[in-house]
């Protein structure tokens, strides 16, 4: 069973930083592309792409809203999906999710349709 947990979320100023993980359970994710998505606070707004990493770690894609300001890596070692979020806006809010590519060697994808596991998500809040 896979088992994804982030953390890192939390308060943050306009402009500040913010480091989320994203850990698997054992070697769940390595040799699998990883995505994160977030969702902005209200009932009826859909989950949607901010980045994902191949397989690899070489490969990686981003919403047009982050490129810039946000970078995805990940550690195979570790398990460990990361993304760094920099020069953060209020438009950044939301929970942030990680989710594992179906397809096993696989780059990242930015269709929620091609993610089969996903994390409980973790909360990033940004004041303006």
């Known amino acids: 069973q896979v088992q994804l947990a982030e953390s890192g979320g939390g308060l943050v100023q306009a402009g500040g930083s913010l480091r989320l993980s994203c850990t698997a359970s054992?070697?769940?994710?390595?040799?699998?592309?990883m995505g994160w998505f977030r969702q902005a606070p209200g009932k009826e707004v859909e989950r949607e792409f901010v980045a994902s990493i191949g397989w690899r770690g070489t490969s990686t894609m981003y919403a047009d809203s982050v490129k810039g300001r946000f970078t995805v890596s990940r550690d195979n070692d570790r398990s460990t999906v990361y993304l760094q979020m920099n020069t953060l806006k209020a438009d950044d809010t939301g929970i942030y999710y990680c989710a594992r590519v179906k397809a096993p060697f696989s780059d990242g994808t930015p269709f929620r349709h091609e993610y089969d596991y996903w994390g409980q998500g973790t909360q990033v809040t940004v004041s303006s």
């Open positions: 054992e070697r769940t994710v390595r040799g699998y592309g």
